[in-house]
């Protein structure tokens, strides 16, 4: 590939112009420190390579956290118009589909957890099942209620007695994404799932306490419910194996279709089908149904969470401030050059953000727009956000602050022990389900999380309502 040339547009945005099978501009949101470093990640290649999709409308976006993934960028977003052959791409949602984040608001402040905090610590890492291999807290039936949670989410879930109405409010979509099929999930993605509702999973996944260190937007915290010294927990977590094994299914299938409809691609990982082929329906489906999974799955880890500090912190509700993914393709209806377009926005990495006012609202939150919850890494900020006017990259943001070092490498640079030590001197308490899952997520591994807020806003893509800081971890 010829050496990509980015035109500075403003401090914060960058253009890639269209060349050779290009149909569109890639667009980079990043401060100059933000950009990928072009020797060691090929993030920038990878908006490029987007850029040639069938039906691709806009531009290829890349958000400030950017960095390499798989065929698409992670912090990657790409809108296709389905009414003229627009395809859907397994690569432009991930393996991890629906991986997202729910952050809940307790009524306690830092001063009367302290006290606790160990204790509090102990029994969420007793009380949520963590670690790359099976174990939940919901112990399904079997398949059949496996079913009904790939079609209802979070909203099967409360039905079961797990959680409230309220919780559904506060979840993107009502907690249950529509046009979910089980029908299309193979058995294989069945077994990998039948065990792990209500678990956190491995790599980047984590239960944090965390304490409103700054409230940057009072009248919007004031509508959020959120106030300094506040603790809360933030869950990242996503669909687990049945997800990462529909991603795997539908690239197979889709590779193999492309030739019958005529779709060259520069990169096989950005395997694709149109939209409105059966291949790509049936993903739809799929994905729907890992999505739903995700939404079930962050919901019974709440619970548990609440039931954790029942025990250890007395009575308190903890209520449910938003819960939103960020690995999703979703179909939106979007202005593109002055002309509605029905458009499959793909989010890898990304956060939807709606903007305040916008319809898909619910009344609770139609005056500020939608929450957008940012993770940084760990022993780091992470900040709430909220979707701005413009709507710029499709009402789209940033979804955590982006590693900039493989594991390999930050497992090279420190120790578990020196990791704990590290952490245990600001104050963190630390529960991982291994030496190895934590020292790979090493605060150094990743941007600063601060720089990407920033940058984020002043793009215009969202605006910081609060930031918040860690005093337990709970590592998957």
Not at 96 to 120: N, W
Not at 186 to 197: D, H, N, P
Not at 286 to 305: P, Y
């Amino acid at each position: 590939m010829p050496a990509i040339t980015l035109h500075e547009e403003t401090p914060w945005r960058w253009r890639i112009e269209p060349t050779g099978p290009m149909r569109v501009p890639g667009i980079v949101f990043a401060s100059t420190e933000l950009l990928p470093d072009v020797a060691g990640d090929r993030s920038l290649e990878q908006v490029v390579n987007v850029a040639t999709l069938p039906g691709i409308v806009g531009a290829s976006y890349a958000m400030p956290d950017v960095h390499w993934g798989y065929g698409f960028p992670i912090g990657g977003v790409a809108a296709t118009d389905v009414a003229s052959g627009g395809v859907i791409s397994p690569g432009g949602v991930g393996f991890d589909i629906s991986c997202g984040v729910r952050l809940l608001q307790s009524p306690f402040d830092r001063e009367a957890v302290t006290g606790s905090l160990v204790s509090v610590m102990d029994k969420l890492a007793r009380s949520v099942p963590a670690g790359a291999g099976p174990g939940g807290v919901w112990r399904l039936s079997g398949e059949e209620e496996l079913r009904r949670i790939l079609t209802g989410g979070a909203v099967y879930a409360v039905e079961r007695g797990h959680g409230t109405a309220n919780d559904l409010e506060r979840c993107e979509d009502g907690g249950m994404l529509r046009g979910a099929d089980p029908e299309v999930v193979s058995e294989r993605a069945m077994a990998r799932g039948l065990r792990q509702v209500g678990s956190l999973g491995s790599g980047n996944h984590f239960l944090e306490l965390q304490v409103v260190d700054r409230i940057l937007d009072p009248t919007v915290a004031d509508v959020l419910g959120l106030r300094a010294e506040q603790v809360c927990v933030m869950i990242h977590s996503g669909s687990r194996g049945l997800g990462h094994q529909i991603c795997t299914d539908h690239v197979k299938i889709m590779e193999s279709a492309m030739t019958r409809y005529g779709i060259e691609v520069p990169d096989r990982q950005l395997a694709c089908a149109p939209v409105r082929s059966p291949e790509g329906q049936h993903y739809l489906a799929a994905m729907a149904s890992a999505a739903n999974f995700g939404r079930a799955n962050r919901q019974l880890l709440a619970e548990a969470v609440r039931t954790a500090f029942r025990q250890t912190l007395g009575p308190g509700d903890l209520s449910l401030l938003y819960d939103v993914s960020h690995n999703l393709a979703k179909l939106e209806s979007h202005s593109v050059d002055g002309q509605s377009m029905e458009l499959c926005v793909h989010r890898k990495g990304a956060t939807r953000a709606l903007p305040p006012g916008h319809p898909d609202l619910p009344d609770s939150l139609a005056e500020v727009g939608q929450p957008v919850l940012v993770p940084g890494s760990m022993g780091t900020a992470s900040y709430v956000l909220v979707g701005a006017l413009g709507g710029e990259a499709f009402h789209s943001t940033c979804h955590g602050a982006g590693r900039t070092m493989s594991r390999t490498a930050a497992r090279k640079r420190i120790s578990a022990k020196a990791l704990r030590k590290q952490l245990a001197s600001q104050g963190i308490e630390v529960r991982a389900a291994s030496s190895r899952g934590l020292t790979e997520e090493a605060p150094f591994s990743y941007k600063d999380v601060d720089a990407v807020v920033a940058t984020v806003e002043r793009a215009g893509l969202a605006r910081p309502v609060a930031r918040l800081v860690p005093i337990g971890v709970v590592k998957g």
